[in-house]
């Protein structure tokens, strides 16, 4: 069994509370306990407010009972509410951080993972499965990048038993988490204050703007990014100066019609591996938040190294089936094309980046030989399956109390996609059957092309697209093969996400082909988005030359 999987299965890393539930007495757990007194205190979402924790846990594979010491932890923290949407929800999610008696942070190590005074309890309340962050942390962990460990908990606050929770590290700097160099506010200058950073695409207003329209956006918005580290409060001029203007600079070579070129393009400035690891953990999931929200990206310093990596991948809970709008839960489609589905979207759009990314030459080649060497590894059918079953498993003894603690199942809570299953068991089968479905659809549309490529097979839609000649120049043609009778309408954009053409076909049963009008088009790379009668949604994308 793989090491990881090996350390993710002790029973000690999947914590629980024990209470006693209006349905049933519960006395203990075959996992740890966590018990918050707030001491009559109101939990609030900011500032945190001081409270007791403590925590039971007799080891691995040791029951935990509810009368046992406080023995893993006994101490004060500072808590609060987390979360944006997800604080409707009556099951709130929390931010920790350990403290001592005088009020001040401290660092110590929980559950065997690295020292530190920041963690999450995390309240799966609209994730029936309990384990969507859980899988894609997973992912990314064992593609080889940082990412939360997830512990599962039982949660007591003031005597209320709260259910399952996943007690997990948050998104820090630090030697155990994201791993690059401190930057004090001294560092305004030279190498010192070239990193490290991390910033984020999020819902926060506290940084600065890009130079570059969203594609597709009904009112040409562009994003803000954010200040993750330093902190807002920490950061000073010269370092919000230089992280704005490196990123400009990534921008900038991305735009460019010389993007591609491996010394001035954008791999001057990204460190594309992980790049394309992001793009698969998003596409896997298709996290209809991915790419626009909670979107994580850092850089160190220039002596140690100088690009923009993608990620740590965060915050999973709507991925994997789990959204009902703007196609979050079918199994067909890119994510990164969101714009083209939800242009309207005021959450924030996804940025130009990927667009650009999936029309170099080199990328796509890269990212087919990367998701054939995934396949048959961490994103096999069976690895992923032996994950869900481990959780599965595991939280079979708890799942009863949460599910009695908060009567979901079967019902709908936002954004669950239909059907909804109306057991635990039901939930579990159908993220299982969605996620096959989902690889299978990656299978076939990845970009088929460099020393990775294969044969190519017969496409899994109804309706199948083709463009001839592709590259295209003058006047093109695109083929469209139906299976009935039936109207197809076509929107035709550029990289920016202007519209530059529309038309509706009648098609036949059996091939149909039809004249573009290219020939006054720019040369670059086109997205064409289809939707037929019945609602099939196909994008494609083709170049004039």
Same mark, same amino acid.
């Given at each position: ?6 350390? #993710? #299965? ?16 519960? %006395? ?57 949407? =997800? ?41 029936? %499965? ?25 949660? +007591? ?23 690059? =160099? ?64 490196? +990123? ?112 170099? %030459? ?16 961490? #994103? ?7 994950? !869900? ?30 059907? @909804? ?24 549309? @990845? ?32 083929? !469209? ?34 004249? #573009? ?29």
């Amino acid at each position: 069994m793989h090491r990881l999987l090996k350390k #993710l #299965l002790l029973p000690g890393f999947f914590l629980f509370s024990c209470f006693i539930c209006s349905a049933q007495p519960f %006395t203990s757990s075959n996992l740890p306990i966590i018990n918050i007194n707030t001491n009559g205190q109101v939990i609030v979402d900011d500032p945190k407010i001081t409270a007791d924790m403590g925590i039971i846990y007799n080891g691995p594979g040791i029951r935990n009972n509810t009368t046992d010491p406080f023995n893993h932890y006994n101490g004060k923290i500072g808590i609060e509410i987390r979360g944006q949407s =997800s604080q409707m929800f009556p099951m709130k999610s929390y931010s920790i951080e350990l403290r001592d008696n005088l009020g001040n942070s401290q660092d110590k190590v929980l559950f065997g993972l690295p020292k530190e005074s920041d963690w999450v309890l995390y309240a799966p309340y609209t994730d029936k %499965t309990l384990m969507r962050n859980f899988l894609a942390y997973a992912m990314s962990r064992e593609m080889g990048h940082w990412a939360a460990n997830c512990v599962f908990v039982e949660v +007591v606050v003031n005597g209320d038993y709260k259910g399952i929770y996943v007690f997990m590290e948050k998104i820090k700097r630090g030697s155990g988490r994201v791993n690059i =160099s401190k930057i004090n506010t001294t560092d305004i200058s030279g190498d010192a204050v070239t990193g490290g950073y991390i910033f984020s695409l999020d819902k926060e207003p506290d940084g600065w703007f890009s130079s570059y329209p969203v594609p597709n956006s009904t009112s040409s918005a562009k994003r803000q990014f954010s200040y993750v580290y330093p902190k807002l409060e920490n950061i000073v001029q010269q370092q919000k100066d230089y992280i704005k203007s490196y +990123v400009d600079s990534f921008e900038t070579a991305l735009a460019s019609p010389q993007f591609q070129d491996p010394v001035s393009g954008v791999r001057r400035f990204a460190d594309i591996p992980s790049f394309i690891d992001y793009f698969i953990v998003n596409e896997v999931s298709r996290n209809v938040d991915g790419y626009r929200l909670s979107s994580f990206f850092y850089k160190d310093r220039n002596s140690k190294n100088s690009k923009i990596f993608a990620g740590p991948v965060w915050d999973y809970d709507l991925a994997f089936r789990n959204a009902d709008y703007c196609d979050g839960s079918k199994t067909t489609g890119w994510a990164y094309q969101f714009n083209y589905v939800c242009p309207g979207d005021g959450a924030g759009l996804v940025p130009f980046w990927w667009n650009n990314f999936m029309a170099d %030459t080199a990328f796509k080649s890269n990212l087919r030989c990367r998701w054939k060497q995934l396949r048959q590894t961490i #994103l096999s059918e069976t690895h992923l399956n032996s994950l !869900i079953d481990s959780v599965f498993n595991l939280v079979n003894e708890a799942r009863t109390r949460h599910f009695q603690r908060w009567p979901v199942l079967g019902v709908y809570v936002w954004p669950n996609a239909q059907p @909804i299953p109306a057991s635990y068991e039901g939930e579990i089968s159908a993220l299982k059957t969605w996620i096959a479905a989902r690889l299978q659809w990656i299978d076939y549309y @990845i970009p088929n092309t460099g020393t990775c490529s294969d044969l190519i097979a017969a496409s899994p839609s109804s309706v199948s697209v083709s463009f001839v000649p592709n590259p295209f120049s003058g006047n093109g043609s695109v083929g !469209i093969q139906s299976p009935s009778s039936q109207e197809i309408s076509m929107n035709v954009f550029d990289v920016l996400g202007r519209k530059v053409y529309e038309a509706k076909y009648n098609l036949i049963s059996g091939t149909n082909t039809f004249h #573009l009008p290219s020939a006054a088009w720019m040369s670059g790379v086109y997205f064409f988005s289809f939707q037929t009668s019945s609602g099939e949604r196909i994008v494609q994308k083709a170049m004039k030359q």
